[in-house]
């Protein structure tokens, strides 16, 4: 069951590559909590327990995979095999301890306070800061909210401050997210 955190990421992430005119899918193992589905793009996700073949359709047509939010395959359970026998390079983007070593490439950074915090990170190192849009920032800022339980957990250092910052400049409305 997706947390704040994966569901934050991935559709920060899925409204990030939109907006560079990219097709993508989110797909989760499982349903996620209800008081996640105001998040922007939350009908756009496939949920692999209630509609395996067309998240294997979508898994083995993908040019590339990113894994948000888990370091393990075993983790996304039966959506693990098909993911194992797609050709895609799968890239890591986590905080986790100890990730697998079956990603093409892997970003983890175990002293990140949130999977969300590494996406902001992400489309800043590719020059995009420019294209976060209220709906990426609304999704990063509840990834990380979250996953700090409101921002009172050891992790949230002065730069996730920054980056809340910059997500509330961008349209973010803090109270809103909180109270959803």
Known sequence: RPDGDAMGSSLALYNYLKSKKKTVSVITPSDYPDFLHWLPANKTVVNYEAAPKNADKLIAKADLIFCLDYN???????????????????????????????????????????????????????????????????????????????????????ETHRIVAALMEAGAENYKIHEK
């Open 72 to 158: 393990s395959l075993n983790r996304i359970d039966r959506m693990g095999e098909p993911m194992k026998k797609s050709k895609a390079p799968k890239i890591l983007i986590d905080h986790h301890l100890f990730p697998d070593d079956v990603f093409a490439h892997s970003f983890s950074y175990p002293s990140a306070s949130s999977t969300s915090e590494l996406i902001f990170q992400f489309i800043q190192s590719m020059g995009d800061e420019k294209l976060l849009s209220k709906k990426i920032a609304e999704c990063i800022y509840c990834g990380i909210m979250t996953d700090t339980n409101s921002f009172r957990y050891e992790s949230m250092k002065s």
